[in-house]
């Protein structure tokens, strides 16, 4: 459904994309991860047709967003970042704009409106001016304009940033509803909102595609490498020794902490083996097993990693 | 555009500039036709009245008052970043903008539709023969079209509204005012220069003749600025292009 071929966009000297590749077939949801100024807007607006780019090419249902912008800009449903709507509207009188300009037709355009109003929670504000709106329903009204013509594909940028907690569980699953009849490209720099939404992920760092996997396969990795926090009475020293030189430790961290008793943190691609092994000497040796806890690599851990080894590996 | 009117007349802006317009050319109206009563200037009184009503008045406060109308129209959105919201709707470049120029025009016909009060008081005491208004109102609503694409062109530039509407007043009464002082210049001079110049162009009007060379300053003029408002909105398009 959307297919980006080599996409390169610069602005004067800088280069706010360098030659991105990836399709996202219908249905999808795709997630657009990177920290901020990594090209993710760029992307997103080249997508919209908001600017061309430098190079490469781009399409949208089939459609170049060059060569018929319009026919493209009919298909997508487009929340920029940052949403500011025109204050001095109110909610409805918006939205019915949307709809006019958007081509739903004049028949089913009060039904529409109502039944996007609904989804997104705004039937209560409908007669408000925008201006006067909280941050959160603002955004609603953002992710309603953005739906309101049963686009094939949205584009959403920062979806749920700036939203408290149970309106972004809200968001989250209102995007999650319209899988598999809508194909959706959301941008976020937080990482668990990711894995709540999106089939697949693509990490972006300096423009680049640095990682690009399914929610599942993520998850994966992060299962993959793992550390252990233990923490025992006994003898410091041989403790110590002892931990060291168990098979498979690749790291350890002691964390001192003043309570008679030896923390460390453990990191080792032998996770469960690991700690049943360690846990066997420990009770052996006479020592107090008071604590052992796998501490699962967090995204953003592997966020870190990734964009640290690709840094590596560029320099 | 329907947005444009609905947030024209959902603020403050609107009712109040038009109160302030037409107390202003109200009392231009009193004192003026008042003087030129009682001084009196001849057989012609009533036409150099509206002469000079037409163009001290009414084209001088709407060149005034036109920056502060245009200067929000694209300017704001920029600002805003609704533009972007704009941009990526199925909406042709000359369609926004189109939207925006009429919009805005409506807006000032009302303005112009007020000042119909004034001849029709004078016609209640003192009938007259109407017609030369029909040119009066025609080189008004011409004038104020193309004082809206001026500004409307430089609102599009930039995304201050502080810029934006002191720039087109600056443009706009350059234009009105190239040929006040035709003493300072060379005679040749004045005659390019008025070919150039609102000023002389809406004088015609204002006599209540309609010259077609006028009409197609008018129109050339509007033209000429809408042609560069679209230019500067598919900039965006060549920025980063190579």
Same mark, same amino acid.
């Given at each position: 459904?959307?297919?980006?071929?080599?996409?390169?966009?610069?602005?004067?000297?800088?280069?706010?994309?360098?030659?991105?590749?990836?399709?996202?077939?219908?249905?999808?949801?795709?997630?657009?991860?990177?920290?901020?100024?990594?090209?993710?807007?760029?992307?997103?607006?080249?997508?919209?047709?908001?600017?061309?780019?430098?190079?490469?090419?781009?399409?949208?249902?089939?459609?170049?967003?060059?060569?018929?912008?319009?026919?493209?800009?009919?298909?997508?449903?487009?929340?920029?970042?940052?949403?500011?709507?025109?204050?001095?509207?109110?909610?409805?009188?918006?939205?019915?704009?949307?709809?006019?300009?958007?081509?739903?037709?004049?028949?089913?355009?009060?039904?529409?409106?109502?039944?996007?109003?609904?989804?997104?929670?705004?039937?209560?504000?409908?007669?408000?001016?925008?201006?006067?709106?909280?941050?959160?329903?603002?955004?609603?009204?953002?992710?309603?304009?953005?739906?309101?013509?049963?686009?094939?594909?949205?584009?959403?940028?920062?979806?749920?940033?700036?939203?408290?907690?149970?309106?972004?569980?809200?968001?989250?699953?209102?995007?999650?509803?319209?899988?598999?009849?809508?194909?959706?490209?959301?941008?976020?720099?937080?990482?668990?909102?990711?894995?709540?939404?999106?089939?697949?992920?693509?990490?972006?760092?300096?423009?680049?595609?640095?990682?690009?996997?399914?929610?599942?396969?993520?998850?994966?990795?992060?299962?993959?490498?793992?550390?252990?926090?233990?923490?025992?009475?006994?003898?410091?020293?041989?403790?110590?020794?002892?931990?060291?030189?168990?098979?498979?430790?690749?790291?350890?961290?002691?964390?001192?902490?003043?309570?008679?008793?030896?923390?460390?943190?453990?990191?080792?691609?032998?996770?469960?083996?690991?700690?049943?092994?360690?846990?066997?000497?420990?009770?052996?040796?006479?020592?107090?097993?008071?604590?052992?806890?796998?501490?699962?690599?967090?995204?953003?851990?592997?966020?870190?990693?990734?964009?640290?080894?690709?840094?590596?590996?560029?320099? | 555009?329907?947005?444009?009117?609905?947030?024209?007349?959902?603020?403050?802006?609107?009712?109040?500039?038009?109160?302030?317009?037409?107390?202003?050319?109200?009392?231009?109206?009193?004192?003026?036709?008042?003087?030129?009563?009682?001084?009196?200037?001849?057989?012609?009184?009533?036409?150099?009245?509206?002469?000079?009503?037409?163009?001290?008045?009414?084209?001088?406060?709407?060149?005034?008052?036109?920056?502060?109308?245009?200067?929000?129209?694209?300017?704001?959105?920029?600002?805003?970043?609704?533009?972007?919201?704009?941009?990526?709707?199925?909406?042709?470049?000359?369609? +926004?903008? $189109?939207?925006?120029? =009429?919009?805005?025009?409506?807006?000032?016909? &009302? #303005?112009?539709?007020? *000042? !119909?009060?004034?001849?029709?008081?004078?016609?209640?005491?003192?009938?007259?023969?109407?017609?030369?208004?029909?040119?009066?109102?025609?080189?008004?609503?011409?004038?104020?079209?193309?004082?809206?694409?001026?500004?409307?062109?430089?609102?599009?530039?930039?995304?201050?509204?502080?810029?934006?509407?002191?720039?087109?007043?600056?443009?706009?009464?350059?234009?009105?005012?190239?040929?006040?002082?035709?003493?300072?210049?060379?005679?040749?001079?004045?005659?390019?220069?008025?070919?150039?110049?609102?000023?002389?162009?809406?004088?015609?009007?204002?006599?209540?003749? +309609?010259? $077609?060379?006028?009409? =197609?300053?008018?129109?050339?003029?509007?033209? &000429? #600025?809408?042609?560069? *408002? !679209?230019?500067?909105?598919?900039?965006?398009?060549?920025?980063?292009?190579?």
């Amino acid at each position: 459904m959307i297919a980006v071929e080599g996409l390169v966009k610069d602005f004067g000297r800088t280069r706010a994309v360098a030659g991105v590749t990836f399709h996202v077939a219908a249905g999808e949801i795709m997630g657009l991860l990177g920290p901020n100024g990594s090209g993710k807007t760029t992307i997103m607006r080249v997508l919209t047709g908001f600017f061309p780019p430098s190079e490469g090419r781009v399409a949208i249902d089939g459609i170049d967003v060059e060569r018929d912008p319009l026919a493209v800009r009919e298909r997508i449903g487009y929340l920029p970042e940052n949403v500011v709507l025109y204050p001095d509207l109110t909610v409805t009188r918006f939205l019915r704009f949307c709809a006019e300009v958007k081509g739903v037709p004049s028949a089913s355009r009060r039904a529409r409106l109502d039944e996007v109003m609904e989804a997104c929670g705004l039937t209560e504000v409908a007669g408000k001016l925008i201006g006067k709106l909280s941050k959160g329903y603002r955004q609603r009204v953002g992710i309603a304009q953005a739906l309101m013509h049963r686009p094939r594909v949205l584009i959403l940028d920062e979806p749920t940033v700036g939203l408290d907690p149970r309106q972004i569980i809200e968001i989250r699953s209102l995007i999650k509803s319209l899988a598999g009849e809508t194909t959706v490209l959301l941008s976020t720099h937080i990482l668990p909102e990711v894995s709540m939404t999106c089939s697949r992920v693509m990490i972006i760092d300096y423009g680049r595609i640095i990682a690009e996997d399914t929610a599942d396969g993520l998850s994966q990795r992060v299962r993959g490498s793992n550390e252990t926090r233990v923490r025992i009475a006994g003898p410091r020293a041989e403790v110590l020794a002892a931990l060291r030189s168990a098979p498979g430790v690749e790291d350890l961290r002691e964390e001192p902490l003043d309570d008679g008793a030896i923390t460390a943190v453990l990191r080792s691609a032998r996770g469960d083996e690991l700690r049943r092994e360690l846990a066997t000497t420990v009770v052996g040796r006479g020592w107090g097993l008071l604590e052992m806890r796998s501490l699962p690599m967090s995204l953003e851990d592997l966020f870190v990693r990734l964009v640290r080894d690709d840094r590596d590996a560029a320099a | 555009m329907r947005k444009e009117l609905a947030s024209y007349f959902a603020g403050p802006l609107v009712y109040v500039v038009i109160g302030a317009f037409l107390c202003v050319t109200g009392l231009q109206f009193y004192t003026t036709l008042n003087s030129f009563v009682t001084i009196g200037f001849g057989l012609n009184i009533l036409e150099h009245f509206w002469e000079e009503f037409f163009n001290n008045s009414i084209a001088f406060y709407l060149l005034i008052v036109v920056p502060l109308f245009t200067m929000r129209l694209l300017a704001e959105e920029r600002r805003l970043g609704t533009i972007e919201l704009l941009y990526t709707y199925p909406l042709r470049d000359r369609e +926004i903008m $189109l939207g925006k120029f =009429l919009a805005c025009l409506l807006v000032f016909l &009302l #303005f112009v539709a007020c *000042t !119909l009060l004034y001849p029709a008081i004078v016609y209640a005491i003192q009938p007259f023969d109407p017609r030369p208004f029909f040119a009066r109102y025609l080189g008004t609503v011409l004038f104020l079209a193309s004082c809206i694409a001026c500004g409307l062109f430089i609102s599009s530039l930039t995304e201050s509204q502080l810029i934006a509407s002191s720039c087109t007043f600056i443009v706009l009464l350059l234009f009105w005012i190239l040929t006040w002082n035709e003493a300072a210049v060379s005679s040749s001079l004045v005659t390019v220069l008025s070919q150039v110049s609102t000023f002389d162009h809406f004088h015609t009007f204002s006599t209540g003749v +309609i010259d $077609l060379k006028d009409c =197609l300053y008018f129109v050339f003029f509007i033209a &000429l #600025f809408l042609f560069l *408002t !679209l230019r500067s909105m598919e900039s965006r398009q060549w920025r980063g292009r190579r």
